[in-house]
């Protein structure tokens, strides 16, 4: 019998994965916000950047806005909810998660796993990085709108060995079910290294955000770019100061990519198109979450590395000013205050390095 899967907070990445699921013929139920119920009524489009394109037929009651139509303990629970939502989430993930369901949590940031973890301690949970984000062109589409292979974490012990061959036996063949064109997948044995990695690139989510702008036109910006860059640069000092080699996510090194964005904007523009390919309206969760007047990830991805900062004695003034200024605009959109479109100085108006 094949595998019971929940895609459990479908969103743009969950309802993108649940595509994928549907596609490899897994049985799927997808749990969500009721924004999302509009999406799947028929079929869903899957699409991205290199124009790759096709349709899933969905089958009846694919996806819910109720838990309690959701009776079963699921085979695999993939968590594609936001970081700020876990914590909150815990009760309804009680009535899905049985003994035996293997929990893959896919957010972004740091450390947020300890919170599923300690609510599931008996169950395997296991990260899974999506190193780029989807878009929603119009209703039922869901495009990758940049490039980057998904990483699973391999399973490199165990208490229980049985369990453990069992376990990774079974993401296997999930990860091979999975990998095509639109869903790209590797396996990575150290995870907390490649997720230090993913937030050096997520530094510039809260920049996008701040500026009000696709990610393209902002990263043609020299002003915002040497932000981005000057946040990376003290990333990676403190990365090294805690002992960790970053991997490389784009086809340049974790400790180049600064470098690259300090390049005058007529040769960075050729040189990050062989990075990484980015539809040009793509703009990050960060601005999704400021023009909603959400709470962002600011804590989980830019938080993280002012934590690891503040341990390692290292200092990160200009990753602390765009904290500073992007918690400010989250506090005024929960208020009700308007959009804001900040300039580089009111983003950090320290002397940045040319």
């Known amino acids: 019998m094949a595998q019971q899967h929940l895609v459990f907070g479908t969103g743009l990445i969950g309802s993108y994965l649940c595509a994928h699921l549907l596609r490899a013929n897994y049985p799927t139920r997808a749990f969500g916000r009721p924004s999302f119920a509009e999406h799947f009524t028929d079929n869903l489009t899957i699409s991205d950047y290199a124009d790759n394109s096709w349709q899933v037929s969905l089958p009846d009651n694919t996806f819910t806005t109720d838990i309690s139509l959701l009776e079963q303990a699921y085979d695999i629970v993939w968590l594609t909810l936001k970081c700020t939502s876990l914590e909150a989430a815990i009760p309804d993930l009680k009535q899905v998660v049985g003994p035996n369901t293997l929990i893959l949590a896919c957010q972004n ?114 002003g915002y770019r040497k932000i981005v860059a000057g946040m990376m640069q003290e990333h990676v000092k403190v990365c090294r100061a805690a002992g960790f080699s970053l991997p490389k996510i784009t086809t340049v090194p974790a400790a180049m990519v600064p470098y690259v964005l300090r390049l005058p904007t007529r040769i960075f523009s050729k040189v990050a198109k062989s990075m990484v390919e980015i539809d040009p309206e793509a703009r990050l969760s960060m601005w999704w979450d400021l023009e909603y007047g959400r709470t962002t990830e600011i804590d989980f991805i830019n938080g993280s590395t002012l934590r690891l900062a503040k341990q390692q004695g290292v200092a990160v003034p200009i990753n602390t000013a765009v904290y500073q200024c992007l918690k400010k605009a989250e506090q005024g959109r929960l208020a009700g205050q308007p959009r804001v479109q900040y300039a580089p100085d009111d983003i950090c108006p320290l002397k940045l390095n040319t």
């Open 109 to 222: 940031g740091v450390g947020s796993q300890h919170i599923i973890e300690s609510a599931f301690p008996d169950n395997k949970v296991l990260r899974v990085m999506f190193p780029f984000n989807v878009v929603s062109p119009q209703l039922g589409e869901f495009k990758r709108s940049s490039s980057g292979s998904i990483a699973f974490e391999k399973i490199t012990h165990t208490k229980n060995t049985k369990s453990g061959l069992k376990e990774s036996l079974v993401l296997g063949q999930i990860v091979q079910a999975l990998h095509c064109a639109t869903f790209p997948v590797v396996m990575h044995k150290d995870m907390e290294a490649l997720l230090w990695a993913k937030v050096q690139l997520n530094l510039t989510n809260s920049v996008n955000a701040l500026s009000n702008l696709p990610l393209k036109t902002m990263l043609l910006d020299s």
